[in-house]
């Protein structure tokens, strides 16, 4: 046995659409009477809450406007000092801290490295030239003060 699906096929036109169809099944919303957006639905038994109206307001409003005062012209000092190269001599420069015009003040201090070489040396069996490290300037720090205030002005190394 075989079957025929070679059946001839039928057109059937589509039912008739008429305007005052109900549509099948709850609509979502039923249609508000004014025209405007549509009502939701109720269920009986749901409560019904009613949506706030527009607040009242207690009078005419004011308005408060606060005007701030005019900015005040700050007056800047800018206070140029020229870079003075510090050696191992006093130097003349204008003091950061009291303004004058002097001429440095000038104190030498050992480094730490030095006392080093020394013990090194001594440790080395070179006894005799533990005083070369003293007598070096590298092993000397140079700061220069102002006679007038004692503010520290600068070192050099």
């Not at 249609?31 to 939701?40: F, H, Q, R, T, Y």
């Not at 004058?100 to 006894?127: F, H, M, P, Q, Y």
């Not at 004692?150 to 050099?156: D, E, F, M, T, V």
Request: aromatic content about 6%.
């Amino acid at each position: 046995m075989q079957a025929n699906y070679n059946l001839p096929q039928q057109q059937v036109p589509p039912p008739p659409y008429s305007p005052s169809a109900q549509p099948v099944g709850p609509t979502p919303y039923n249609a508000d009477k004014s025209g405007g957006l549509p009502i939701p639905q109720t269920f009986p038994g749901a409560p019904v809450y009613q949506q706030p109206g527009p607040v009242p307001t207690a009078g005419p409003q004011t308005h408060v406007i606060i005007n701030q005062p005019p900015p005040v012209p700050v007056q800047h000092t800018i206070i140029q000092t020229s870079a003075v190269a510090l050696g191992r001599a006093s130097a003349a420069m204008t003091c950061s801290s009291c303004q004058r015009s002097v001429t440095t003040k000038v104190s030498r201090s050992l480094k730490s490295d030095a006392w080093i070489c020394c013990v090194l040396l001594c440790l080395c069996g070179c006894e005799l030239c533990f005083w070369i490290p003293f007598v070096m300037d590298s092993n000397y720090i140079t700061r220069h003060s102002c006679p007038a205030c004692n503010a520290h002005l600068g070192s050099s190394m």
